[in-house]
């Protein structure tokens, strides 16, 4: 059964205090995984797709890579506006649709 | 360019009535999904359809059903409300090419 779990489940930060989050996933055949932006009372906004291991995406503060077990999101220099639930998704290969998520980190970072 | 809207944002149901939590997008994508999202329990597929006239269950699928006669819509519908199905519930679609879901806003649901 695919599976993703989510570390830490929260993490506060002080602005411009870098860290990461992480994503472990068993999936059989890796299509893609997928990391979202949640804020409160919204739908989950898209930031980056990763599809084979050691590849990188960048935007703004955010850096997110992958290995065969594990992705990280990395930010850099926080700010107050990057608080929000950080969530991980993966899709399995061999035709199927379906996206698995993790539960979500929820990251605050003070100003 | 709507991308993907739901429809009630809020609602409060009865034990045993029913509903239907409507879902269009404009972005002619095939695939599109129903999740729930219960707090600290991460977003879990109730449904998905891959085109229309075709549907599959998802990994929570009892107690819920769904159609997909066009591109566009894909309802989902709540037969005999239980207190278990307050929820909030996510419509997403995406395209076998760009494979990123995009979501709608969500449909708050109690059942009391």
């Known amino acids: 059964e695919d599976q993703v779990t989510q570390s830490p489940e929260a993490l506060r930060l002080q602005e411009g205090e870098s860290s990461s989050l992480n994503c472990s996933y068993t999936?059989?055949?890796?299509?893609?995984l997928f990391w979202y932006r949640q804020d409160p009372g919204k739908g989950p906004e898209f930031l980056f797709t990763?599809?084979?291991a050691g590849e990188e995406k960048e935007k703004e503060r955010l850096k997110a890579t992958l290995t065969k077990k594990e992705s990280f999101l990395h930010i850099t220099a926080p700010k107050p506006e990057d608080s929000a639930t950080y969530l991980c998704?993966?899709?399995?290969?061999?035709?199927?649709?379906?996206?698995?998520f993790g539960k979500g980190t929820k990251l605050t970072v003070n100003p | 360019n709507a991308g993907v809207t739901q429809t009630p944002k809020f609602r409060i149901l009865k034990i045993g009535q029913s509903m239907t939590l409507q879902c269009t997008q404009d972005?002619?994508?095939?695939?599109m999904y129903w999740y729930r999202q219960d707090p600290g329990m991460g977003l879990k597929l109730i449904y998905y359809?891959?085109?229309?006239?075709?549907?599959d269950k998802g990994e929570v699928p009892n107690g819920y059903n769904v159609s997909r006669s066009t591109t566009e819509d894909f309802p989902l519908r709540l037969e005999l409300a239980a207190p278990s199905q307050t929820s909030v519930y996510f419509c997403?679609?995406?395209?076998?090419?760009?494979?990123?879901?995009?979501f709608g806003q969500g449909t708050r649901l109690t059942v009391v």
């Open positions: 990763l599809y084979s």
């Open positions: 997403a679609s995406s395209s076998p090419v760009n494979t990123e879901a995009f």
């Open positions: 359809s891959v085109g229309a006239g075709i549907t």
């Open positions: 999936v059989s055949g890796l299509r893609g």
């Open positions: 998704a993966v899709q399995a290969g061999g035709g199927s649709e379906k996206l698995v």
């Open positions: 972005m002619n994508h095939n695939y």
